[in-house]
T-cell receptor
Framework: AQSVTQPDIHITVSEGASLELRCNYS??????LFWYVQSPGQGLQLLLK??????LVQGIKGFEAEFKRSQSSFNLRKPSVHWSDAAEYFC?????????????FGTGTLLAVQP | DTGVSQDPRHKITKRGQNVTFRCDPI?????LYWYRQTLGQGPEFLTY????????KSRLLSDRFSAERPKGSFSTLEIQRTEQGDSAMYLC?????????????FGPGTRLTVT
């Protein structure tokens, strides 16, 4: 079955420190993978996506993610975290086939940034 | 491009009442999705439209839920005889049918509270 696992429910980092949020997926075919960010009470904003090609993808706000097929992972990274990065982050895989066409999300990682 | 809009942003209703939410997708997008997000969880797929055709419905969408997309433009999600378990954020997303068809853009959501 298709699924996405985000093992870390909550992460706290200091401002200026590096960040890595983990994401593992289960999908039978070539995955289309996404990271979204959600600020409190808001909708989801697309940070970056992987469809094919270069396994290191760049996104907005200085984020990047690396697709590793052998590990079924798509971890999100940022070299230096800013206080405004505090939010909840969701990894998702696009599940498609026939009439099926939807995103399957992980449970999210809540990021807190210490001054 | 004005983005995906949803109305209302917040709705408080009493158990047993009917509620209706509206979603206006990005104008050139022919695919529209509804998701539900409860506290501490990632969004869960409810239903998907391509133009005016509803192509997929999740098992989460009980008989009390109905969604429409007349003329392939805006969409409405109606919940009849609301229950406390319906309290959640209802998110709408849209995507184009070509190019980056897998990228879904989300609206700000409608927060439903059933008392």
């Amino acid at each position: 079955a298709q699924s996405v696992t985000q093992p870390d429910i909550h992460i706290t980092v200091s401002e200026g420190a590096s960040l890595e949020l983990r994401c593992n997926y289960s999908y039978g075919a070539t995955p289309y993978l996404f990271w979204y960010v959600q600020s409190p009470g808001q909708g989801l904003q697309l940070l970056l996506k992987y469809f094919s090609g270069d396994t290191l993808v760049q996104g907005i706000k200085g984020f990047e993610a690396e697709f590793k097929r052998s590990q079924s992972s798509f971890n999100l990274r940022k070299p230096s975290v800013h206080w405004s990065d505090a939010a909840e982050y969701f990894c998702a895989v696009f599940y498609y086939g026939g009439a099926t066409n939807k995103l399957i999300f992980g449970t999210g990682t809540l990021l807190a940034v210490q001054p | 491009d004005t983005g995906v809009s949803q109305d209302p942003r917040h709705k408080i209703t009493k158990r047993g009442q009917n509620v209706t939410f509206r979603c206006d997708p990005i104008s050139e997008h022919n695919r529209l999705y509804w998701y539900r997000q409860t506290l501490g969880q990632g969004p869960e797929f409810l239903t998907y439209f391509q133009n005016e055709a509803q192509l997929e419905k999740s098992r989460l969408l009980s008989d009390r839920f109905s969604a429409e997309r007349p003329k392939g433009s805006f969409s409405t999600l109606e919940i009849q005889r609301t229950e406390q378990g319906d309290s959640a954020m209802y998110l709408c997303a849209s995507s184009s049918g070509t190019g980056s068809a897998y990228e879904q853009y989300f609206g700000p959501g409608t927060r439903l509270t059933v008392t």
